[in-house]
């Protein structure tokens, strides 16, 4: 970093991540430069590879992706639109999208946000560095990241969430709980709504503590 504060990267600088639950290759620029002010990350992908995982924008964030390298095939609602190297594509929030690469080594960048709103950092790409550092069997890698995301972004319910659900496989209830209440704290219906299924918090289930939780 410079004494200014400006940072100068190479995508070519990121290692990929493999995303498990997106199925694709997170490029982690947003974390990697410590953007706060607006979402900001890469996916990368050979022929028929997710470079942008199927979603819509729940949060209301309104996204711009750029194709910075290779061709990638867009799904927009029901539209498909071919995006050659340097193609923008604006989606609004309510709209499903994907897309697929083209070429071996696309790169697509996505930039987001919420109009009228502040950004807030949900960890979501935090949490993808841990756990591929977990399913890699570097769990004290993957604990140190997710300690300082929670401490970065102590309104983050997800990455609480997550914690406790890791504490819980491990053995650990009683920190899998202090991370639950926590989460709970933020967003009690979100929490619920996961928890309700969610086999990672199995072994929590006839502890007492998981009744005066969730009744």
Not at 120 to 142: P, Y
Request: glycine letters at 8%.
């Amino acid at each position: 970093m410079d004494g200014n504060g400006y940072r100068i990267l190479s995508l070519d600088e990121l290692e990929p991540v493999p995303a498990a639950r997106q199925k694709a290759k997170l490029l982690p620029v947003r974390r990697s430069l410590g953007i706060r002010a607006f979402g900001a990350n890469g996916w990368l992908g050979d022929v028929g590879e997710l470079v942008v995982p199927p979603h819509e924008e729940d949060s209301g964030n309104e996204e711009l992706y750029v194709v910075v390298r290779g061709r990638a095939t867009f799904t927009l609602g029901q539209d498909q639109h071919e995006a050659p190297a340097g193609t923008l594509v604006f989606v609004p929030p309510d709209t499903h999208r994907a897309a697929v690469a083209a070429e071996d080594g696309t790169i697509v960048l996505a930039v987001g946000a919420t109009r009228g709103e502040p950004f807030e950092v949900h960890g979501w790409d935090d949490f993808t560095v841990a756990e591929a550092l977990r399913n890699a069997g570097r769990n004290e890698e993957a604990r140190a990241v997710m300690a300082d995301a929670l401490a970065s972004n102590p309104a983050a319910w997800g990455l609480a969430y997550n914690t406790a659900c890791w504490e819980s496989l491990d053995g650990e209830h009683d920190a899998a709980f202090d991370h639950l209440r926590r989460a709970m704290e933020m967003d009690e219906r979100e929490v619920r709504k996961w928890a309700a299924e969610d086999t990672d918090l199995d072994p929590l289930r006839d502890d007492p503590r998981w009744r005066e939780l969730f009744g």
